[in-house]
């Protein structure tokens, strides 16, 4: 072990995305320019300078593009222009500028394995007929039966099946499948033309000078070439490998990725990184040299607040990237999960799908929640890899789950017949002030409302208080940067404080270790740069520190 502030030299000049500390902008939420209650590129370029101050090195941005917004723009109708309500292609690249400008790198999301019922191509194959080249492009089929049953038993991610029915003329009674919302048909990945379309796509953003993609939905392009029914396979792919899947995870995809591969290797040090569902043992075969640069890990986001299990899962996923040469990355909530502040709030084993509308509700235990999310972000900052901050985590946000049920949007709500809420709680427009309309958002009535105490975790009551989350986060993010960033070495010890304690060594020197017990226990000898709460000569049950060992 190498004494603390010193880096391996062999991973001091690695490619910038191996360790960066990304943020996520949920755009539509983030910062609102032009007052329509919708955050924008206006709003984004304003708040540079405070994404600066955090320290982050990148960002990703959800889709830009034109969208009916059925599904927050993950239902694109153009894939080559920003939506209006966002801003213009010309802003778009001055934003990227602005952005490069400051040291920060732009990741934008792609969306690959459908388009919107709107986009042209869905248009014209709905108005061409079957048979016809423009519905090739697509998944569309004859029905089972005498054609008025879905052609497969696939469900819907959303609820509900994955084929609709376009209508019950017999002449033209196809069915089209959508592996999620009825307005996010699946695109048919076995055609070259589709192919070409995706490689255009990406070339049109490098040259305007995107940093990387994250590749939505990555392991469900590619469909079963004979449409076989589920059957009894389980309908997800995360928690058990499923041999020959129809929908998820198959081999062939990987073919497309190489392809894309040699396309962003043009361009210098790009990247893309997989949103892939799929169990931890299939994960490097995404990040395989000539693959994707590296890969979302959902485990620690879906794991409960266990000292063994955060364990097993850092061990895994470390050397997991590693046999493969990619690099681990660490995600404690996104825009599809209910904010890490209240499900380290909750009872391990809470149905987080249901249990903003069933409850029961007194199960939240907010203070611990809190608490917990400021360890848990001591720890995946101090991880080796990329680490990826959903906007708000940073200033201690916790899931708005009491939204009123008629302002949802998400089309969750819907298509799983009101059972269950959906993904707006954690999407609630930031608060950036403390008083005034919108919390500093933006002027108009925010596409979500606000609870009202979001004025107490803004930007502005937390700017100048060293005890809040924001600072906890800048001082993090800045101390990695100095001591760990270029540090890919990690050892995970036992310190016989007992089961609840997680610790690990980073080659640089620094020690983190986590009590995630009630109870406290000693504090390891050493001098402390940074915890997550007030620590004497104990530490906290629910307290994370960065200490350098007395040895
Ligand atoms: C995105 C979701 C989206 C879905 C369909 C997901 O992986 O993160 O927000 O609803 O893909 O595009």
């Known amino acids: 072990m190498t004494s603390f502030g010193s880096v391996n030299p062999d991973t001091d000049d690695a490619p910038w995305w191996r360790r960066a500390v990304v943020y996520q902008v949920y755009i539509r939420s983030f910062a609102d320019g032009d007052g329509d209650g919708t955050g924008d590129l206006a709003g984004l370029r304003n708040r540079l300078p405070y994404l600066r101050s955090l320290g982050v090195d990148a960002l990703w941005l959800n889709p830009w593009y034109p969208s009916p917004l059925r599904d927050g723009g993950y239902d694109v109708s153009d894939y080559f222009d920003i939506d209006r309500r966002y801003g213009d292609l010309p802003e778009a690249e001055a934003f990227l500028r602005e952005a490069h400008d400051l040291g920060i790198r732009v990741i934008i999301d792609l969306v690959p394995n459908h388009t919107s019922s709107e986009h042209a191509w869905f248009r014209s194959a709905v108005a061409s007929g079957p048979g016809s080249p423009e519905r090739d492009r697509y998944h569309f089929r004859a029905g089972s039966g005498d054609g008025s049953l879905p052609p497969t038993d696939w469900p819907s991610v959303f609820g509900g099946p994955a084929w609709t029915r376009l209508n019950d003329d017999p002449a033209d009674g196809e069915w089209y499948l959508h592996l999620f919302d ?8 076995g055609l070259p033309e589709v192919r070409s379309e995706f490689e255009e796509i990406l070339r049109f953003w490098l040259d305007r000078g995107v940093d990387g993609f994250r590749v939505d939905v990555a392991h469900g392009l590619v469909k079963h070439p004979e449409w076989c029914n589920l059957e009894n396979r389980p309908h997800h792919v995360g928690a058990a490998v499923v041999p020959d899947h129809p929908f998820w995870d198959r081999d062939e995809l990987h073919e497309i ?26 994960r490097p075969l995404y990040v395989r040299p000539d693959e994707f640069h590296q890969s979302f890990d959902f485990d620690l986001l879906e794991s409960g607040w266990a000292a063994k299990e955060f364990a097993t899962i850092i061990d895994r996923s470390v050397a997991g990237a590693a046999a493969v040469g990619s690099n681990p990355t660490w995600v404690l909530s996104n825009h599809d999960v209910v904010r890490h502040a209240t499900r380290y709030g909750l009872p391990s084993g809470t149905n987080l799908a249901t249990w903003s509308l069933v409850g029961p509700h007194a199960l939240l235990d907010e203070a611990r929640g809190h608490r917990r ?68 958002f933006g002027s108009g009535e925010p596409w979500l409302p606000q609870p009202v105490d979001f004025g107490d975790y803004s930007v502005e009551s937390q700017e100048q208080d060293p005890d809040s989350t924001l600072d906890l986060y800048r001082r993090a993010i800045r101390l990695r940067a100095d001591h760990l960033r270029a540090d890919e070495e990690l050892a995970l010890i036992d310190l016989d404080l007992g089961a609840d304690v997680l610790a690990f060594d980073r080659g640089s020197g620094v020690r983190c270790v986590a009590n995630m017990g009630s109870a406290p226990v000693a504090l390891p000898a050493g001098e402390v740069l940074l915890a997550s709460d007030d620590v004497g000569e104990q530490l906290p049950g629910d307290t994370a520190v960065w200490l350098i060992p007395q040895r």
């Open 257 to 282: 990725y190489r392809s894309w591969r040699t396309i962003l290797d043009q361009y210098g040090d790009r990247m893309m990184v997989a949103e892939a569902s799929v169990h931890a043992s299939r």
């Open 373 to 440: 999310a400021r360890a848990a972000a001591l720890v995946a900052l101090a991880l080796p890899g990329s680490v990826y901050v959903y906007q708000g985590d940073e200033l201690g946000l916790a899931e708005v789950w009491d939204l009123p049920t008629d302002v949802l949007d998400d089309p969750v709500w819907t298509r799983s017949g009101h059972t269950e809420k959906g993904r707006d709680g954690c999407r609630v427009p930031i608060p950036w002030s403390a008083t005034g309309p919108s919390f500093g």
């Open 182 to 189: 009825p307005s996010q048909p699946d695109l048919n990945w």
